[in-house]
T-cell receptor
């Protein structure tokens, strides 16, 4: 079964450093997402991306965050200057079409980011 | 309260028993989805129910949706120890077709 893959699975970074989290969505999917989950809390939407541009973003997704689809297969999340509160599990996801027509989002296993 | 609130927050049952988890939401939805998350792992899609549907089945899972009460329930029948996980409901709000809004989740423990 096709799956969303994420790297790295775990990263420890110093506060203020830049981090890039990488994702390979399912190959025929057109919509891409990033979510995060702080330990013990609920999963929060960060951003959705379609046709090479951001469709929607949350208040969490401020100027420190950016997304990019640098080639035909990868989808990345960059955090420019990490803060302690950025420590969380970051999930990449993809879907074949937009969610309003009942499409399923498929999630990756997550990248656990620890900022020290 | 928030969009997508599950209850109970934690549920502990014996293997073989049925587990019922509830989710309530505040605003009009396009569809509602249930996910499972094993500790420290990714989110696994279980089942999707559209706003014009009232009940769906998938194996040992049964989901109902009552749009008049803005609530959904997930029933797992004949539970197994392997069902131990956190369960989340997530909604696609009407007009917000590009994101899921998750609840806080229910921790289910199935004792062998």
């Amino acid at each position: 079964e096709p799956e969303v893959t994420q790297t790295p699975s775990h990263q420890v970074t110093q506060m203020g450093q830049e981090v890039i989290l990488r994702c390979v969505p399912i190959s025929n999917h057109l919509y891409f997402y990033w979510y995060r989950q702080i330990l013990g809390q609920k999963v929060e939407f960060l951003v959705s991306f379609y046709n090479n541009e951001i469709s929607e973003k949350s208040e969490i997704f401020d100027d420190q965050f950016s997304v990019e689809r640098p080639d035909g297969s990868n989808f990345t999340l960059k955090i420019r200057s990490t803060k302690l509160e950025d420590s969380a599990m970051y999930f990449c996801a993809s879907s074949a079409a937009h969610l309003g027509v009942g499409n399923t989002i498929y999630f990756g296993e997550g990248s656990w980011l620890t900022v020290v | 309260s928030q969009q997508g609130e599950e209850d109970p927050q934690a549920l502990s049952i014996q293997e073989g028993e049925n587990a019922t988890m509830n989710c309530s939401y505040k605003t009009s939805i396009n569809n509602l989805q249930w996910y499972r998350q094993n500790s420290g792992r990714g989110l696994v899609h279980l089942i999707l129910i559209r706003s014009n549907e009232r009940e769906k089945h998938s194996g040992r899972l049964r989901v109902t949706l009552d749009t008049s009460k803005k609530s959904s329930s997930l029933l797992i029948t004949a539970s197994r120890a392997a069902d131990t996980a956190s369960y989340f409901c997530a909604t696609v709000l009407t007009g917000a077709n590009s994101k899921l809004t998750f609840g806080k989740g229910i921790t289910l423990s199935v004792r062998p």
